[in-house]
């Protein structure tokens, strides 16, 4: 990889889609592993019907789900890529009806203005 | 300026992947460099060489392969989200043991390395998607 030595810089993975349903969300963690590799300051937003990607208790193999491989595990793993900074939008969890007892990691949770600023800080942001 | 462009969405589907065409096409005769374009999600789609639209409607495929070999592009397809969708180019198709490839001119097959990058190597990674 030509990876610029010394370069690093911040970049946000901005995740809005529920885990299942369409392949968006599993494709953003899949982009989210590589990138840990490369050593750069990651965050993780979730906002919108992204926040469910990071619940807890996800079924779906075929006898109790959908009979779609459950890959929420994933997200507990991320520590140990170095990716900690795990955000959620304050608004969609309560539209939810959502706490962070619900999640599977721990989180930090943001209002609008925050939400705002923290996209207002990167040089990257990665939409899915 | 130097983007890098994300495309998301497959073509005909939805307006991602013209605008992403149209802003490229635009940036370059503009005079700004682009780094990268990386097909990614059904934005793999765009790449298919078996693609055969009407004939009174663009053709998405011809025109990305078109501006590619003008102002020497590089597009680049992801190889784990072009796998799940069936889209080889020869080197895969022999390697997993299929008959055919489908890769158009002007595009090749990696890792999603080369999205990160592009990333880092830019000035502005413009993501175009739903």
């Known amino acids: 990889m030509m990876e610029e030595e010394g370069v690093i810089k911040k970049f946000l993975y901005l995740n809005r889609k529920a885990p299942y349903g369409t392949v968006y969300a599993l494709e953003s963690l899949e982009v989210i592993l590589v990138g840990a590799a490369f050593e750069q ?3 993780l937003a979730f906002i919108d019907d992204g926040i469910y990607q990071l619940k807890k208790n996800q079924q779906t193999s075929v006898s109790s789900g959908i009979g779609v491989k459950d890959f929420s595990k994933t997200y507990r793993a991320l520590e140990g890529y ?3 900074k795990v955000y959620v939008d304050k608004k969609s969890m309560e539209e939810r009806g959502l706490t962070e007892d619900d999640l599977l990691v721990d989180i930090e949770v943001l209002d609008e203005a925050q939400m705002a600023e923290l996209m207002e800080q990167q040089d ?3 939409s899915f | 300026m130097k983007f890098a462009i994300l495309v998301n969405e497959g073509p005909y589907q939805h307006q991602a992947s013209d605008s992403a065409y149209q802003f490229t096409k635009a940036a370059i005769e503009k005079g700004h460099d682009i780094f990268r374009v990386f097909f990614y999600h059904d934005g793999v789609n765009n790449a ?3 693609t055969v639209p009407p004939q009174d409607d663009r053709h998405i495929v011809n025109r990305w392969s078109e501006l590619a070999k ?3 592009l590089d597009l680049v ?3 784990a989200a072009a ?3 069936g889209m080889l ?3 895969e198709a022999n390697r997993q043991g299929k008959d055919a490839n489908n890769i158009a001119e002007g595009f090749r097959i990696s890792g999603l390395g080369q999205l990160i990058e592009a990333g880092i190597q830019s000035e502005r990674l413009v993501v175009f998607g739903d």
């Open chain 2, 77 to 79: 397809v992801c190889i």
């Open chain 2, 48 to 50: 298919s060489r078996l």
């Open chain 2, 83 to 85: 796998q799940r969708r």
């Open chain 1, 82 to 84: 170095d990716v900690e």
């Open chain 2, 89 to 91: 180019d020869e080197k």
């Open chain 1, 124 to 126: 990257v942001v990665l």
């Open chain 2, 70 to 72: 003008e102002h020497n």
């Open chain 1, 41 to 43: 300051d990651v965050s």
